[in-house]
């Protein structure tokens, strides 16, 4: 064996333990998922698998459930990802300049994101509770925005409003965090050869920071897309997708599908489109968007 072909051979014995999980746990679940879709799939290993074909996609885009999931999922992820992003960025330009206490409101601003999503969503579930809940007695009893208790999580108008809240929330630490590591990546002299021809801050931060954090922003925004339309913990534990469906979500719903009603194979049916929908959305975003990038 020549020397070029051991040097091969031991690379590829460093990378194979992460293609051997890549393929155990991320593409031999995604071909399973679109085998199962395609059978009316029974937990029963003594029942035969019934191969439907496409009649569980057929039904899929007939059933008004499912719309009003993509929905929900569409605008938790177009609510949430521009708030955590321009709370993230104000944080991370707070944050990047010379304060006492820095390192403790880094790590202030950064607690909500290794908090439990369930710990925080039964948080949220007594902040936004009807009766004796905080945000109720802020606004009726504190500042008489309200004149009665509304009950966030039990009118499918106003349900989804906490479950916005959270998701900002709890990722404003994470953009934060990546936002800072952009700033602090721009070379210092930029802003000193700006403050010598008397650019103020705005100036700065439009003709300088934002221009060469475009890269950052660029992550950032498909990193959070894909994250936005995962949503299911907060939904799952706050309203269990209710009341009436109204806060259902498609990662809720197929796990409802799957899990609650054994509908495999209708579940991975929704979870071969879920998959499909997030793919295409972050490959047009990193194309449209990488564009900009310099």
């Known amino acids: 064996m020549t020397r070029k072909k051991r040097r091969k051979l031991v690379g590829l014995l460093f990378v194979l333990p992460g293609l051997i999980s890549y393929f155990a746990w991320t593409l031999y679940p995604i071909i399973k ?57 104000l944080v991370a330009l707070l944050l990047n300049r010379k ?15 290794i908090t439990s999503w369930v710990i925080v969503s039964i948080l949220f579930q007594y902040l936004f509770a009807a009766r004796g809940g905080l945000v109720n007695f802020l606004l009726k009893d504190l500042l008489h925005i309200i004149q009665k208790d509304v009950p966030w999580l039990s009118n499918p108008k106003t349900a989804m409003i906490p479950i916005y809240t959270l998701g900002i929330w709890k990722g404003i630490g994470w953009s934060m965090l990546i936002f800072l590591a952009g700033l602090q990546g721009i070379p210092k002299q930029l802003y000193e050869a700006a403050s010598l021809d008397g650019a103020n801050s705005w100036q700065t931060t439009t003709k300088i920071t ?41 990662s809720s719903y197929m796990f409802k599908e799957a899990f609650d009603y054994f509908h495999f194979g209708y579940g991975s049916a929704i979870s071969v489109i879920f998959f499909l929908i997030v793919f295409t959305i972050a490959q047009i975003q990193r194309k449209l968007l990488a564009k900009r990038s310099f």
């Open 33 to 89: 998922s679109f085998i199962m879709s395609l059978y009316k799939w029974n937990i029963n290993p003594n029942i035969p698998n019934k191969f439907i074909g496409l009649k569980n996609y057929t039904q899929l885009f007939q059933d008004l459930k499912f719309y009003v999931a993509l929905k929900n999922t569409i605008f938790y992820t177009l609510i949430t990802v521009p708030g955590q992003m321009i709370f993230g960025f």
């Open 99 to 113: 304060m006492k206490g820095q390192t403790l409101f880094r790590l202030l601003y950064y607690l909500p994101v």
């Open 210 to 250: 934002l221009p060469l954090m475009v890269p950052t922003i660029v992550f950032e925004l498909v990193m959070l897309t894909i994250g936005g339309f995962n949503v299911f913990l907060s939904v799952y534990v706050m309203t269990g997708g209710g009341p009436m469906g109204s806060t259902e979500v498609l």
